[in-house]
């Protein structure tokens, strides 16, 4: 489920007065008082709460884990609840799985224990629908059986399909009555204080103005292994692919830094964290590859005459069969002890990378020249294609224009605006061949199983000739994007 609400302070003496006049169309009622213990669980360094997750119990709804889905909107918070049955005495396994990447093996205990009363008013539209709910929380922080803290919370929480607009206009409306502005903090970082509040175990740091080169490189680095570990749970859950996909750029994002800034670190550390780096990259890489086939092989479908598209329906439903194994296989490597200590590793070389001398070199002297060798490498490529190239080489040249990409999107803090526009006409390579090896390998897989059923060979050819065109229409378009990212103006500052 998620969750997206705001959250207010009410100082003492604050009333919720008559949200009548906030729209035309809505109906609020009070709904009963409930009271209620909640019981939040975490590491002894508060390890989930500084990622924004919360792990905790209540004697009516079970375990509940919480888990940060981005930024907040006039602080809104949005996050994905996910509820779990179980014993109060420990946290059932599934739940401490979805936490597993922050947690690295970190035992849980009981960190808070909270008393709640709650007073509920629920906001639904003239047709009986609910729109929203009102939560005006007397909360006291127990210590033992001695009151620790005592505050007092009114949430703001949208119902699933309800406009944003209405959520911004109660909380409107609660300020002007006299509630204090929103801030996202969850009850548990008001109950345990500074030491929750902080950040968490990988931080992405703020450049200093003359920063060294070790600074950017140690920037780069915590900010993909942040990447990949708040994706860790979205991978597990399984509903978006875009968890595969983004845990899969954070490796490759790595492991490409660790390649172009591998004069500025030990040699023999980063090559046996790439040599790891490259084990999970290949895991989320099957998983990956094939969402995308299947994702491409459905929208090509959406094309066809319906009873042509019924055909291949078996061909498909093939296919998602050996992506949901790849994607078991791939589970049961991230539930591996090889896996927790890959992210110890990386969590380790966030926050010191284990540097060489010429890291301490200020960055805007040192960085320029490590594109170079990125850039080289592709013109050289770009050079040798055959006339007319063939797909495998234009399959290399679009690695190493991804290589230039990140090389250059690393260096950007720094550099500013013209490696982001150097990073930017690589990107655009990347993606016109990108497009043209999904379309390749797609055809490829479709000629392989074809099968001998007629209807389903025909459907099948039908599919395969239109991704041949595809194809064919982005080798069209690919040498236009190569005379963008050819420009000498653009590696003027190399």
């Known amino acids: 489920m998620l969750e997206r609400e705001v959250k207010l302070a009410a100082p003492r003496g604050f009333r919720l007065l008559d949200l009548g006049g906030v729209a035309d169309d809505i109906v609020v009622t009070a709904a009963p008082e409930r009271r209620f213990t909640t019981v939040y669980w975490d590491t002894a360094d508060l ?16 375990w509940t884990v919480k888990l940060p889905m981005g930024g907040s909107s006039r602080g809104m918070l949005t996050r994905a609840e996910h509820v779990f049955a179980g014993s109060q005495k420990q946290p059932p396994s599934e739940a401490l799985d979805l936490v597993s990447a ?25 047709e009986g629908a609910q729109l929203a709910e009102i939560d005006d929380d007397d909360v006291t922080v127990l210590d033992g059986r001695r009151v620790a803290a005592r505050f007092r919370e009114i949430e703001v929480e949208l119902a699933e399909g309800a406009p944003e607009q209405l959520l911004h206009a109660l909380v409107d409306h609660l300020v ?14 008001r109950a345990l204080g ?16 003359h920063a060294r080169g070790g600074a950017v490189v140690r920037r780069a680095i915590a900010a993909s292994v942040q990447r990949l570990i ?58 990956r590859d094939g969402d995308v086939l299947l994702m491409r092989l459905r929208d090509t479908a959406a094309e066809l005459d319906p009873q042509d598209a019924h055909a291949v329906d078996a061909v498909i439903a093939e296919l998602a069969a050996d992506v949901e194994r790849e994607r078991a296989r791939l589970l049961e490597g991230m539930r591996d002890a090889r896996y927790f200590a890959l992210l110890d590793h990386l969590v380790a070389a966030a926050r010191q990378p284990a540097l060489t001398a010429e890291a301490e070199r200020p960055a805007v002297l040192v960085l320029p020249q490590l594109v170079q060798r990125p850039w080289r490498r ?20 679009r690695i190493l ?25 690589a990107a655009g390579v990347q993606e016109v061949l990108g497009d043209l090896h999904d379309a390749v390998v797609a055809a490829d897989w479709l000629r392989a199983h074809a099968g001998s059923d007629p209807a389903r060979a025909f459907a099948t050819g039908e599919l395969f000739a ?15 994007a190569w005379r963008k990212l050819d420009r000498p103006k653009l590696r003027s500052w190399m």
């Open 47 to 62: 390890r989930l709460i500084r990622w924004g997750s919360t792990l905790r119990h209540r004697a009516d709804e079970g």
């Open 102 to 126: 922050y947690l690295r093996g970190a035992a849980v205990s009981r960190v808070a224990r909270m008393r709640t009363v709650r007073r509920v008013l629920s906001v639904r539209g003239v």
């Open 176 to 189: 002007a009555a006299g509630a204090e502005q929103p801030d996202p903090m969850p009850k548990l970082v």
């Open 194 to 209: 500074a030491r929750s509040a902080e950040p968490p175990d990988v931080a992405v740091d703020a450049l200093p103005r």
């Open 230 to 287: 708040k994706h860790d749970a979205v991978v597990r859950i399984g509903a978006d692919p875009e968890g595969v996909h983004q845990a899969r750029v954070a490796t490759r994002r790595l492991r490409s830094d660790l390649r172009t800034f591998a004069p500025l670190l030990d040699r023999q550390w980063a090559d046996a964290l790439r040599t790891e780096l490259q084990w999970l990259a290949d895991e989320l890489g099957v998983v």
């Open 378 to 397: 592709l013109r050289r490529a770009q050079r040798a294609l055959s006339d007319p190239p063939v797909d495998d080489e234009l399959h290399a040249v």
């Open 401 to 425: 224009a991804k290589r230039l990409r990140y090389a250059a999107e690393a260096v950007a803090p720094v550099v500013g605006r013209r490696a982001s526009a150097l990073a930017g006409a």
């Open 466 to 480: 239109m991704e041949m065109a595809k194809a064919a229409e982005q080798r069209t378009l690919w040498p236009n």
